[in-house]
Every structure is written in C-alpha cells, then in structure tokens.
C-alpha cells in the first residue's frame, strides 16, 4: 500500500527514521510520498527520497509558512530536481490558523500553483476554512490538468462532490477514524471510489487505535481498513482501487 502523504522529513523522526521506513515495508507497505512544508523540508525530503528505495517526494511552501516564500528559490529545487520528486506540495490556505495574511497566503498559493502548471507537476492542497476560496482559485488558474488533490480532506459532503467533478482527488487521513468525525466518515463513505486515496500526514492524525501516539507510515493500513468497513467492502479490494489512483496521480 501507498502512504501518499507523510512528513519522514519532520524532526519527529530524526531519531529512527530508518526504522520507521523498514517497520513500514515489513508490514507490507510498497511507496511513501514524503510531503515538504517549507523550504528546509523540502531540501529534506530529496535527501530521504534519494537514499531509500521506493520513497518519493514533494516540494512546497505550506500557508502557515507563506512568509518564508520565495519563488526564485522553489523554481530551482524543480530545476535541481531528481527524478523522485512527484508533486508540489503542501501548498493552499489555512483560515483556520491565520485569518489575516489571507492575501499573501492566496499569492504564495497562486504562484506555486503556476509552477505546477510550468513544470506539469500535480499538487497537494491543505485546506483549512478556506473552501470557497480554495475552489475559486482552481476555477481560475485551472491546475486541474495537472492533477489536484486535497489532502487530509475535512469539508462537506457536497463540498466533496463539486471538486470530484473538476477532477479534484480526495484523500483521507486517520481523523476518518476518529469517533467526532461525523462529516468525514460521511464524505469517506460516498464519494465514488476512484476519486479517493489514504495518507497518514504522520507524524499527525494518528488512526485508531493508536490516536496519542505519534504516527507513522505503517499505520496507513488501518485507515484503508476503517474506510473498507464503513463501506461494506473488501479492504485488499479498496486499497488495490486506492493505489492505482494514487500511482497515476503522483505517475509513479
Ligand atoms: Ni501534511
């Protein structure tokens, strides 16, 4: 199974990252997508994915950091890049964090987003009370050849439903799992299957049973099987349908 979001580059796992690696392969893992947040992490992320077999990664400047941005610098980790880099990412907006730099949050997106589409990568999006102007800026910057997917994805039903018809892929996190996660298990359980993949945002968002400790690739499964039973199917079925979305997204 594919982790196509996890954070290997965060300092959580700086003390045993290869045994986070390995204890994932042993349990039947096959790919890790490890995701960037600034420029550092990004950096990070090449390191991690060049040296381990059958870990790629992403660059990107996530919203809570969009201070930090600078175009110049994140057009030439496209043009360094090595083979293993597969989306730009996580990039979008963050309300729930700051409400106040909206406006250079929705530049930092855009001009990322315009790279995406300059060096046909697709991208992850992190989206926190911002919906609206999330799907307003796809309408307008079309990244949508590209591929787009919305990670740890946590807004309505409905909501759901109008990205899947732009082509938007959702994915699904251990917050899926959770008991108050009431919208979520909704949006898991009805969204057509193609559109859909699981992550693991570790070290965040552990699943259950293991919510409070921190979270690791290897736990990806018990997402996929939370979700197989919620919809009454195979979780071997669901996370074969899972992985080939993800394998043609991200083109690995
Ligand atoms: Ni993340």
Known sequence: MIDTHCHLNDSQFDNDLENVINSFFVSGGDSIICVSADYPSSIKAKQIAEINDNI??????????????????????????SDKLVAIGEIGLDYFHNKLNRAKQIEVF???????????????????????????????????????????YSGSLEFARELIKLGVKISFTGN????????????????????????????????????????????????????????????????????????KFFNI
Do not use: W
């Open 56 to 81: 790629y990664y992403t660059i990107g400047v996530h919203p809570d950091d969009c201070n930090s941005y600078d175009e110049t610098e994140l057009e030439d980790l496209i043009i360094t890049k």
């Open 110 to 152: 855009t001009s990322q987003i315009n790279l995406a589409i300059k060096y046909r990568l697709p991208i992850i999006i992190h989206c926190r009370d911002a919906y609206q102007d999330v799907l307003e800026i796809l309408k307008k910057y079309s990244p949508l050849e590209v591929g787009v997917v919305m990670h740890c």
């Open 176 to 247: 899926v799992t959770y008991k108050n996660s009431i919208k979520t298990k909704d949006v898991a359980k009805n969204i057509p299957l193609e559109s859909m993949f699981f992550e693991t945002d570790a070290p965040y968002l552990t699943p259950e049973p293991n919510r409070g400790k921190r979270n690791e690739p290897k736990y990806v499964f018990n997402t996929a099987k939370f979700v197989a039973e919620l919809r009454g199917i195979d979780a071997d079925e669901l996370i074969k349908i899972t992985d080939e979305n993800a394998k």
